[in-house]
C-alpha cells in the first residue's frame, strides 16, 4: 500500500481520487491546504485521517510515502524539493515547473535523495497513446506533427468583466502555453526527441500572461505545429503526417480515437477503448516504479520532461512572457 499525501484540494485532485479507487495498492492519507476549513473539508469527503496547514510538518510525517502535488505551477518546484529532502516521493501535475532552472533542481534533490519524482503527464502513459507509439511505422516517414490544444477557459469571462484568477496570472507560472500547450509538446518530445529549433508567437494578454499561441518546430527530416488557445476554442484533431498515411488524433491530450488515413483512400481504426479512467494509468505507473525501486519512470522520464520545459522556456523568451519565478 502506497500512502499519499495531497496537495491542493481542486477538481484535478478530485479526479485522481476517483482513479485511485481502481487500485488495490493507493491510499490517500493525508492532504495539505492553506486554509484549516478545507483541509477538513475535503478530508471528511474523502475520509482522510491526517490534515495539514504546513507544508514541512507533512514532509516530515511517518503517515505517507509519496505525495501528489496539483498545487499553482510556480509551487510545484519548492513543494516538490520539500517532500523529496525528506525521502517522499513525488508525482507532480504538468507543467513540472516555471522553468528549466527549476526542473534540474526538482532532478538533482530526486537524485541526492533516491526517490522517484514523476511528472503527472497523464497522455503519455494512456492505451491509445501506447497504441499511437505501436502504430507509427505505417505511415511511413514521418514529415509533420500537429499538435493541437485550444479550450476555451471558463475563468476568461471572469477576465473579460475584470476579475483576474490565477490561471491568468504570471506569478502562478500560468498561461496558454503552460497549462494547455504542455500536453501538445510533451507527446511529441516522447515520439521525436529533442528538436533542432523553435520558432513561437503568442498573444499576450494586459497580465502579461499568453492566451494563446503557436510553435513551428523543426527536427532533421519533419516539423512539428503547435497550437494551444485559452481564449478560444478549436475543433480541429491533431495529426502526424506520414508520406505513406497521416494519422488522425481526435483529442492530444486525452485521445479517444485514433484513425490512420492511407494515401491509397482505405481508413484503419487503431484506437481502444480505456476500461480505466484517464488517471489511473499514471498512477498505475507511478506506484508500480516505487514498488520495484525505479527512481524514473522510461515514460515520464526527467529528461522527456525536461526538454519539454526548455521547449516551453525558449518559447516564453521569444514571445516575452517572464515570471516572478525566471528572476
Request: hydrophobic share 35%.
Amino acid at each position: 500500500m502506497i500512502r499519499f499525501g495531497i496537495i491542493g484540494t481542486n477538481w484535478i485532485t478530485d479526479r485522481l481520487i476517483d482513479a485511485g479507487t481502481k487500485l488495490d495498492d493507493f491510499q490517500v492519507a493525508a492532504v495539505y491546504s492553506r486554509s484549516k476549513e478545507n483541509a477538513k473539508d475535503f478530508a471528511a469527503r474523502y475520509g482522510i485521517r491526517e490534515t495539514f496547514t504546513n507544508l514541512d510538518e507533512m514532509a516530515k510525517s511517518n503517515k505517507i510515502d509519496a505525495v501528489y502535488i496539483a498545487s499553482p505551477n510556480s509551487l510545484h518546484a519548492t513543494q516538490a524539493i520539500t517532500f523529496m529532502n525528506h525521502r517522499k516521493h513525488v508525482l507532480c501535475e504538468k507543467p513540472l515547473a516555471s522553468n528549466t532552472a527549476e526542473v534540474d533542481s526538482m532532478i538533482e534533490a530526486a537524485n541526492a535523495n533516491q526517490v522517484l519524482l514523476m511528472e503527472a503527464m497523464k497522455t503519455t502513459l494512456l492505451p491509445n497513446f501506447k497504441s499511437i507509439q505501436q502504430n507509427l511505422y505505417k505511415l511511413g516517414k514521418i514529415r509533420r506533427y500537429v499538435g493541437n490544444f485550444s479550450k476555451y477557459s471558463s475563468r476568461y469571462d471572469a477576465y473579460k468583466e475584470g476579475t483576474i484568477l490565477n490561471a491568468f496570472k504570471p506569478e502562478f507560472s500560468n498561461g496558454s502555453l503552460m497549462d494547455l500547450g504542455v500536453y501538445c509538446i510533451y507527446p511529441m518530445v516522447l515520439l521525436f526527441g529533442h528538436p533542432n529549433s523553435i520558432k513561437a508567437s503568442s498573444y499576450l494578454l494586459e497580465t502579461q500572461v499568453d492566451g494563446e499561441g503557436s510553435l513551428l518546430i523543426e527536427y532533421d527530416e519533419m516539423d512539428a505545429v503547435i497550437m494551444h488557445s485559452k481564449i478560444s476554442n478549436s475543433y480541429s484533431p491533431s495529426e502526424i503526417i506520414g508520406e505513406d498515411g497521416s494519422m488522425m488524433i481526435n483529442n492530444i491530450s486525452e485521445p479517444t480515437e485514433v484513425e490512420i488515413r492511407y494515401k491509397d483512400g482505405s481508413t484503419e481504426k487503431i484506437s481502444v477503448e480505456d476500461e480505466m479512467p484517464s488517471m489511473y494509468y499514471e498512477l498505475r505507473e507511478f506506484i508500480d516504479l516505487i514498488k520495484l525501486g525505479k527512481l524514473e519512470s522510461e515514460v515520464n522520464s526527467h529528461q522527456h520532461s525536461r526538454t519539454t520545459a526548455e521547449i516551453i522556456e525558449v518559447a516564453r523568451k521569444q514571445t516575452g512572457i517572464v515570471y516572478p519565478a525566471d528572476k
